[in-house]
């Protein structure tokens, strides 16, 4: 079974810049996660989509922040435009539901943002 | 509002050694704990998922507990092997859906 993929692996950009991440969850996986992670936290979730809708983007600088998942499989992150502190790892995860099931990660994009 | 804390914040231990890492919860109202590892430059991997009703899962030579009325969660680490250095981050679903992180122990074994 496939993992979770992401890409790029890596990106850097000026600030005011635009740069958007891509993920493919695992097949079959429903729910889809962004999370932030800076260099010494947690993760923190941006936004979390069940199928192509919207169930949390409480955390999600809307102002800068956009994400979609129109067919409710893939999903792009975009920030624009990027600011100093976006620098961080941007994780995506899935899972099966949003209930009790385990969640998968996939590699992570690092931004540096400079 | 929940918040996750995990104490210590790093570790080192000769190779061997049993170890304890501990994850501290603010609201009781959950509805699993999850623990995670990180390797640098890496995605988080599910090592072990503690429903709300249950006490404790084991998986080889890890075992976590939850103990929800005192909000603390443990993973215990036994024989701990130079492999097992990465970082271990606990994380609790809430009612929800929404899964709160703690900042992570980074765990450093020594051979």
């Known amino acids: 079974e496939a993992g979770v993929a992401q890409s790029p692996r890596y990106k850097i950009i000026e600030k005011r810049q635009s740069v958007a991440f891509w993920c493919n969850p695992i097949?079959?996986?429903?729910?889809l996660y962004w999370y932030q992670q800076i260099l010494g936290q947690g993760p923190k979730l941006l936004i979390q989509?069940?199928?192509?809708?919207?169930?949390?983007d409480s955390q999600l600088p809307k102002d800068r922040f956009s994400a979609e998942r129109l067919k409710g499989v893939d999903s792009t992150l975009k920030i624009q435009p990027a600011k100093l502190e976006d620098s961080a790892v941007y994780l995506c995860?899935?899972?099966?539901?949003?209930?009790?099931?385990?969640?998968?990660f996939g590699s992570g994009t690092q931004l540096s943002v400079l | 509002k929940q918040e996750v804390t995990q104490i210590p914040a790093a570790l080192s231990v000769p190779e061997g050694e049993n170890l304890v890492l501990n994850c501290s919860f603010t609201d009781s109202a959950i509805y699993n704990l999850q623990w995670f590892r990180q390797d640098p430059g890496k995605g988080l991997t599910s090592l072990l998922l503690?429903?709300?009703?249950?006490r404790e899962q084991t998986s080889g030579r890890l075992n976590a507990s939850l103990d929800k009325s005192s909000g603390r969660s443990t993973l215990y680490i036994a024989a701990s092997q130079p492999g097992d250095s990465a970082t271990y981050l606990c994380?609790?679903?809430?009612?929800?859906?929404?899964?709160?992180f703690g900042q992570g122990t980074t765990l450093q074994v020594k051979p």
């Open positions: 503690i429903q709300s009703s249950q």
């Open positions: 994380a609790v679903r809430r009612n929800t859906g929404k899964l709160i």
């Open positions: 989509f069940q199928n192509n809708g919207v169930v949390d």
């Open positions: 097949s079959g996986h429903a729910t």
């Open positions: 995860a899935s899972s099966r539901g949003q209930g009790s099931e385990k969640l998968f």
